[in-house]
């Protein structure tokens, strides 16, 4: 066992250098991808998900129109330069479509689809690299494109994955951990903390449970900080670009805008 | 309990009707008026998904926001935009939202049973009822059954045409028409879309350049640039040929026009990726700089050309 990497050493450091509750480095890309309605490219260390967002749009599947509201439509694509090891995923695959299963009932509840009887929103996922916590990028990429093309939802949605090593808890976690680890996926939406998706592939202590799962809720909270940082920073950039605009050729391009922090 | 439709109810529509008709100045002088609670006017308020805006019980709430627990949240990001007590939010990019009497390009996705079902950027197709087109051998003729069977020689999937919106069904899609000798089907030219929010309500939605290129600014986004037709040229009441008017063919366009087209088409695309609101003032200033510069017509698509052409508008910001 002398070749394994520690999950967690004596000074209390994970295998990549962080603490225990420390997440990865995020960046989060909205700029416009193509003909996309949305898009968002997010980054959580090593892992980098690319979605964009089509709609809402005439339906295309006539059977699966509902007449009383849109249908998210999620389809997801694993580039086979992904992961370590080089393999080709058919979209077919089992464990593809479940990730997609759980997106799209992840944002059913969020997405005001009665706004849009029969229609569809389209969400493609890309993912470029892996390395963790796939479905908590997926979900907050999701999100930010969702919000990039002016779809209403009630809130974020703001997902956080998080382990548990023998009794402490992790955050975050990356693929080697993963592998070895118990582990949970939690999104929030952090305005009314309510919980829009749990997922557990792993077997966990029963008293393990309560402690990792209030730890990533509360993670979701500083993703979510970051998240509005990024969707702010756009529709200040849009505002100002549009109002320079409006304003030419004779007005002040400098209008105030303010930006609400609570 | 006040309910709320996904599409523009009568009373919101003569709302924001007002409020779109005023010139700059003086909206910001009514803006001083309604100054009241915690809304400061003449600084923009911007919001994102789940932030609570102000109380239920002051306010009613519009587009782009939703009721919890007694206050009203916004559910895009965008502007918070208010009419005494209704608030709107304004998302920053989004679908079209069709009005009655807006002026949309768009293009025939499906021919059905007397209607053409057509795209137009909106979130779902628009339709155009046969009885809403202007058919051959007299405006007010009846549509025979005749007509209907030959629905392909007016207009075919693929066909581009300009209508204006001219009702909504019960589900908030939006019916056209063509009724009128500027709307119909589109030729000699070419399709440039942008973000709707970009096209701002205008005077006239057909613009002559005085380069030899019309412009049919779509509210949907959708931008037709097509080679100048003479206003006498233009298939009068009388003369009204079915022929020209849903002709399939173009006419003869010589290599200025067409260098001019596909300039002005860059030039929109440019603007449109700095995110700048496009009028007749801006794409003329733009192509005069852009002749100025005895730049090919390529040059527009490299990035620093593009951005050059921005800066040198003083609009716009690279995003």
Not at chain 1, 54 to 61: I, L, V
Not at chain 1, 62 to 70: F, G
Not at chain 1, 192 to 217: G, P, S, Y
Not at chain 2, 141 to 158: A, C, N, V
Request: contains cysteine; charged residues 25%; glycine residues 6%.
């Amino acid at each position: 066992m002398s070749s394994r990497v520690e999950i967690l050493n004596d000074g209390g450091f994970r295998s990549d250098g962080r603490k225990q509750y420390e997440l990865r480095d995020i960046t989060i890309d909205l700029s416009q991808q193509g003909t996309a309605d949305g898009s968002a490219i997010i980054t959580h260390g090593l892992t980098q998900v690319m979605v964009t967002v089509f709609g809402p749009r005439e339906a295309k599947m006539r059977s699966q129109t509902l007449h009383d509201r849109a249908v998210l439509n999620v389809e997801m694509s694993v580039a086979p330069f992904s992961t370590g090891e080089r393999r080709k995923r058919s979209r077919a695959d089992r464990r593809i479509l479940e990730l997609s299963a759980a997106i799209e009932s992840t944002f059913e509840p969020v997405v005001q689809t009665s706004l849009y009887p029969r229609s569809q929103i389209d969400i493609y996922i890309h993912v470029l690299q892996q390395d963790g916590g796939l479905l908590q990028a997926c979900i907050n990429a999701t999100t930010l494109a969702l919000i990039t093309a002016g779809v209403p939802l009630l809130d974020f949605v703001c997902a956080v994955s998080g382990g548990v090593h023998s009794t402490e808890p992790l955050l975050d976690l990356t693929t080697l951990e993963e592998n070895d680890l118990p582990n949970l996926t939690v999104a929030v939406m952090p305005r009314t903390r309510k919980v829009t998706l749990v997922t557990m592939e792993t077997r966990l202590h029963v008293e393990r449970f309560r402690d990792i799962f209030e730890l990533a809720c509360e993670a979701g909270q500083t993703i979510h900080k970051e998240m509005k940082r990024a969707v702010k920073d756009r529709t200040v950039a849009l505002v100002g670009a549009m109002d320079a605009g409006a304003k030419h050729p004779s007005g002040d391009p400098d209008r105030d805008l303010t930006m609400e922090d609570r | 309990m006040i309910s709320f439709a996904s599409f523009p109810s009568t009373s919101e529509a003569s709302a924001s009707y007002a409020q779109a008709r005023h010139p700059p100045e003086v909206e910001e002088e009514l803006g001083m008026d309604l100054d009241e609670d915690d809304f400061d006017e003449g600084v923009q308020r911007l919001t994102v998904p789940g932030e609570p805006i102000t109380s239920s019980h002051a306010f009613m709430r519009g587009h782009g926001t939703f009721v919890d627990n007694e206050e009203v949240i916004a559910s895009v990001a965008g502007t918070v935009e208010r009419v005494n007590k209704l608030i709107t939010v304004r998302a920053v990019r989004s679908r079209y939202n069709p009005e009655v009497g807006d002026l949309v390009v768009g293009r025939i996705t499906e021919v059905q049973p007397r209607r053409w079902k057509v795209d137009a950027n909106s979130r779902q197709d628009a339709v155009l009822m046969l009885s809403s087109v202007n058919l051959p051998g007299g405006v007010q003729r009846r549509k025979l059954e005749s007509d209907e069977l030959q629905m392909r020689t007016f207009f075919e999937e693929g066909d581009l045409l300009v209508a204006e919106v001219q009702a909504f069904f019960s589900d908030g899609a939006m019916s056209l028409h063509t009724r009128s000798l500027r709307y119909g089907k589109l030729r000699n030219g070419q399709l440039v879309s942008v973000p709707p929010i970009l096209i701002r309500r205008l005077k006239s939605h057909f613009v002559a350049l005085p380069c030899g290129v019309d412009l049919i600014l779509g509210l949907n986004g959708y931008i037709w640039v097509s080679k100048h037709v003479k206003e006498s040229e233009q298939e009068g009441e009388e003369g009204f040929d079915a022929e020209a008017v849903y002709s399939n063919r173009n006419d003869v366009i010589d290599d200025a026009t067409r260098i001019a087209i596909s300039r002005v088409s860059n030039i929109i695309k440019v603007l449109a990726a700095h995110f700048v609101p496009l009028t007749d003032t801006v794409l003329l200033e733009a192509y005069e700089w852009v002749v100025d510069q005895e730049s090919h017509v390529k040059d527009l698509l490299h990035d620093e050309f593009g951005e050059h052409l921005v800066a040198s508008l003083g609009v716009g910001i690279r995003q």
